[in-house]
């Protein structure tokens, strides 16, 4: 699971704390990754401020390549499998904003050598300013380019050329990315 907090400051850390312990007590009921995503948005959406929510990608992923992946309002992930680069499809309303919101689960089947790649949105919207972001696009064609490297190399490549597109520029926003490869 990742996921990007809408409000700042203290706020922000205790939702990602609530977040976090409720997810954390619905992985160990063993629940269907459908139910323990309702019910924890259900309950994060009845204790937390209206003006809050958060987005994310959370999923289970199973030894024979399977994986489950909901998304919330967050960037769709972009996936390669054995010759191709795809995007899963579009995300869902954000995490606890709607106490009554049901979700969809989406399945992807990762064949050996495939890739899923996962970032906040602090990653992309990277720049100067709104019209100079690092942008989507820009990832998704790093992602073209190495999806079939070994996932730390592309998550440093993806990295460096973030850094090289701010050139010493603070990034406004924090950032998180991650690779999940099917050896």
Known sequence: ??????????????????LHAMFRTLVALDLPLKQMVDRASRTCCESTATSHYATLVCGRAE??????????????????DAKTVFELTAPGPPFGMFCDQRFDVVRVSLERG??????????????????????RP???ELFRHD??????????????????????????????IMALRRD
């Open 138 to 140: 820009r990832l998704a």
């Open 63 to 80: 030894r024979d390549g399977g994986v489950e992946l909901y998304t919330a309002g967050h960037l769709r992930p972009p996936v390669s």
């Open 114 to 135: 495939g890739t899923l790649l996962l970032s906040t949105d602090g990653f992309t919207e990277s720049g100067i300013s709104s019209a100079q972001e690092f942008g």
């Open 147 to 176: 999806a079939f490297a070994p996932p730390r190399q592309l998550i440093e490549r993806c990295l460096a050329e973030l850094s090289g597109f701010l050139a010493g520029e603070p990034r406004r926003d924090d950032l998180m």
């Open 1 to 18: 699971m990742i996921e990007d907090i809408s409000c700042k400051g203290v706020a922000a850390s205790i939702l990602m704390s609530q």
